[in-house]
């Protein structure tokens, strides 16, 4: 008898940490890899990073939070990686190369260069309820908010927040 109990308390030992494991893996540690140089210099085409998919169940996409989403929700498409820079009640508009956000000069998080393509934002837009506004963080090559084939973007399709790279190496690291 004592053996049963022993492998019973171990059985339920193996279960909570197998759950402890999916939990992480599924809403915390869900790996995905960024296409193309639209992130650069911040992610490079291959970097791997750590999606965050319970963050946003109980928050929403901030200003300047990096996220993977499904444009148009298309799930057979591979995740965009992109920065939040509007969020629902904004206005956003690109003039002479630069990002109005509110009608004032956004403040980037990071160094970006003047965009020659206002695209979509050339005239104002207000986001509406549950809709994002995202671009690259290489604004001159990323396919991002300012094109129609993505356009602005629906909670429902963000998957998640962009947290931790894991590769390459010499990057591994909470991401900024």
């Given at each position: 008898?004592?053996l049963?109990?022993?492998a019973?308390?171990?059985a339920l030992?193996?279960?909570?940490v197998l759950?402890?494991?999916?939990?992480?893996?599924?809403?915390i540690?869900?790996?995905?890899?960024?296409?193309g140089g639209?992130?650069?210099?911040?992610?490079e085409?291959?970097?791997?990073?750590?999606?965050?998919?319970?963050?946003?169940?109980?928050?929403?996409?901030?200003?300047n939070?990096?996220?993977?989403?499904l444009?148009?929700?298309?799930?057979?498409?591979?995740?965009?990686?992109?920065r939040?820079v509007g969020?629902?009640?904004?206005t956003?508009?690109?003039?002479?190369?630069?990002?109005?956000?509110?009608?004032?000069?956004?403040?980037e998080?990071?160094d970006?260069s003047?965009?020659d393509?206002?695209?979509?934002?050339?005239?104002?837009?207000?986001?509406?309820?549950?809709?994002?506004?995202?671009?690259?963080?290489?604004?001159?090559?990323?396919?991002?908010s300012?094109?129609a084939?993505?356009?602005?973007i629906k909670?429902?399709?963000?998957?998640?927040?962009g947290w931790f790279?894991i590769?390459p190496l010499?990057?591994?690291?909470?991401?900024?």
């Open positions: 008898m004592p049963v109990k022993e019973m308390i171990w030992e193996l279960l909570i759950g402890i494991a999916f939990v992480f893996v599924y809403y540690g869900q790996c995905t890899r960024v296409i639209s992130m650069a210099p911040t992610l085409d291959g970097d791997r990073i750590l999606i965050n998919r319970f963050v946003y169940l109980v928050t929403n996409p901030k200003h939070d990096v996220v993977a989403f444009p148009n929700g298309n799930e057979k498409s591979h995740y965009y990686v992109k939040v969020v629902p009640g904004d956003v508009m690109i003039k002479e190369g630069a990002l109005y956000v509110n009608g004032e000069l956004y403040e998080a990071i970006v003047s965009m393509y206002a695209g979509l934002a050339e005239e104002e837009i207000t986001l509406g309820k549950n809709e994002y506004f995202v671009l690259g963080d290489n604004r001159n090559n990323s396919e991002d300012r094109y084939n993505i356009g602005l909670k429902e399709h963000i998957v998640g927040k790279e590769s010499s990057k591994f690291g909470f991401m900024k």
